[in-house]
């Protein structure tokens, strides 16, 4: 049985026959690429194999035929013409401070000129010298260059709510990409990969050349592996596991091609004897998602089947930064689906999988009650509340987790005032225990709030803040449940009214509609 290459990015390594690595082939993949064009730049979120991909290019220009038998490239590429290759990586680096950053830069311009043979004549100057480094490798080697860049963005996502040092960060980086294209004449071909699409105007300075192939359906399997890799590459680790389950829990990455798991939640997955679990949420939450979540107010409902446009997830920098499109370049949100409309694009995005929903609701709660302590606790209530026919027992509930929410929670923001951060506490803690939910679920008379589907019961809630009486009238009158009356399971419908300066229930009405109150 083949061994798991867990945490291992060195093509070379995985490759070696004597050590039996299991490798799913991307080089069709590479070969399209780079035979089609010659500046391209993508983006997928953390722990997605974009260090491998960008190793197994390397060990393509630098001509390592033998470690190819047997892959698609090994007859196609021509093996005669070495290129030499600069590689820069961001993955590591101490990029808190200014000098921080620039001290990252310069050491990997002293790896390239060690590992290439060259140097620069002003080792101070940044572009300069890497400007230096480019000609001076072309020079020596009488062939064009190749540039792979890995995680492009980190300096700047790991200063993201400092925006003092990741402005510094972004003009440190701007200058030194835009060396790139003023190489033109030098280069055979270039690549940069990391999580964000910050906006070229601010990042990609003069770099207007470059093909982002992030949602190309022709590169849509570039990283991460498909349905069709688990059911034969990974079949022998696999016996015995429900396949269709495997997919519910970690597959559903879309990228507007075959959809894809993260390969590292199924390496983690086989590695722990096929335990369901969040292995790529817990192998690095970001801090920087965290962070930005408590300096602003989401209504975070609005991002179940939320419709967006490319502009808005391309909305990310230092500046300006969607919520949208940060869950989706970090992974926590993918495509569904696109609209055509009047020749105008639209995107449709849901959450991924069972893994990303439970780590990304459970995240939710904790930025919205910062209660993590008794998560667990009200969960537990919730179901024993909703299997009781009696939806008093919800109120209860309800109440004691409103109850638990730390009033410092609601200090330097007027939060509680808003209709949305309520919704969104009960939305995010249904969501968490796997219901199905439908947010602003639309009708012919008007929108319910939250339509909550179980096993046997279907139930409607509006909410209001301050104002009393009118959430279930409102249901009433407009006749929201109409939708669902030739659904066979019970139907509810529940008015619950919050008070801005109690922060809790205040008013919790419901019925069960049935032939007599239709």
Not at 167 to 180: E, K, M, P, S, W
Not at 221 to 235: A, E, L, Q, S
Request: proline share 2%; charged share 25%; hydrophobic share 40%.
């Amino acid at each position: 049985m083949k061994k798991l290459p867990i945490g291992i990015t060195t093509f070379a390594k995985i490759r070696d026959e004597q050590q039996n690595y299991l490798y799913i082939d991307k080089t069709d993949i590479a070969y399209k690429l780079i035979t089609s064009a010659e500046y391209y730049f993508l983006s997928r979120p953390r722990r997605f194999g974009k260090s491998l991909f960008l190793d197994t290019l390397d060990n393509i220009f630098c001509a390592n035929k033998d470690l190819f038998k047997g892959l698609y490239i090994y007859d196609k590429w021509d093996w005669s013409t070495k290129y030499p290759v600069i590689r820069i990586d961001f993955n590591v680096g101490d990029f808190a401070t200014v000098k921080g950053i620039e001290n990252r830069v310069f050491a990997i311009l002293d790896n390239i000129s060690k590992t290439l043979g060259v140097t620069c004549e002003v080792t101070e100057d940044i572009p300069r010298c890497f400007n230096d480094l480019i000609v001076a490798t072309y020079k020596k080697h009488n062939q064009k260059v190749v540039i792979l860049i890995d995680e492009y963005d980190k300096p700047i996502l790991d200063n993201i709510t400092n925006p003092e040092i990741a402005t510094q960060a972004r003009h440190i980086l701007r200058v030194f990409y835009g060396v790139i294209k003023s190489c033109d004449q030098y280069l055979k071909f270039v690549l940069m990969t990391g999580v964000s699409k910050f906006s070229k105007l601010n990042s990609f300075s003069g770099l207007n050349n470059i093909q982002d192939i992030t949602i190309n359906p022709q590169y849509a399997t570039i990283c991460g592996y498909t349905h069709n890799d688990i059911k034969t590459t990974f079949i022998e680790h696999l016996q015995g596991v429900d396949l269709e389950k495997l997919k519910i829990w970690y597959n559903g990455y879309n990228y507007f091609g075959d959809p894809v798991y993260n390969p590292y939640d199924i390496l983690l997955f086989v590695a722990n004897g096929c335990l369901y679990k969040n292995y790529w949420w817990e192998t690095g939450n970001p801090k920087f998602l965290v962070d930005l979540l408590k300096q602003n107010t989401y209504n975070i409902p609005q991002l179940e089947n939320i419709i967006t446009t490319e502009e808005i997830l391309n909305t990310f920098d230092v500046e300006k930064i969607d919520l949208v499109a940060l869950l989706w370049q970090t992974g926590y949100l993918t495509f569904d689906k696109y609209i055509i409309k009047n020749d105008f694009i639209k995107y449709k995005m849901r959450i991924p999988n069972k893994e990303i929903q439970h780590a990304l609701n459970s995240l939710f709660i904790d930025y919205l009650t910062n209660n993590v302590n008794k998560r667990l606790q009200y969960q537990d209530a919730l179901i024993d509340s909703l299997e009781n026919d009696d939806l008093s027992h919800l109120q209860s509930s309800l109440n004691a987790l409103f109850a638990s929410i730390s009033y410092e929670n609601y200090k330097k923001n007027n939060i509680a005032n808003y209709e949305g951060y309520y919704a969104s506490v009960v939305f995010t803690y249904f969501a968490s225990l796997g219901f199905e939910l439908i947010q602003e679920d639309n009708t012919n008379t008007g929108r319910i709030d939250l339509t909550l589907k179980l096993t046997n019961k279907i139930v409607i809630i509006e909410f209001k803040v301050d104002i009393k009486e009118a959430a279930l009238t409102q249901i009433k009158q407009r006749k929201y449940y109409q939708k669902y009356l030739n659904d066979s399971r019970d139907i509810f419908i529940v008015g619950i009214c919050f008070d801005s300066k109690a922060k809790n229930i205040t008013e919790f009405v419901w019925e069960q509609i049935n032939n007599d109150n239709q």
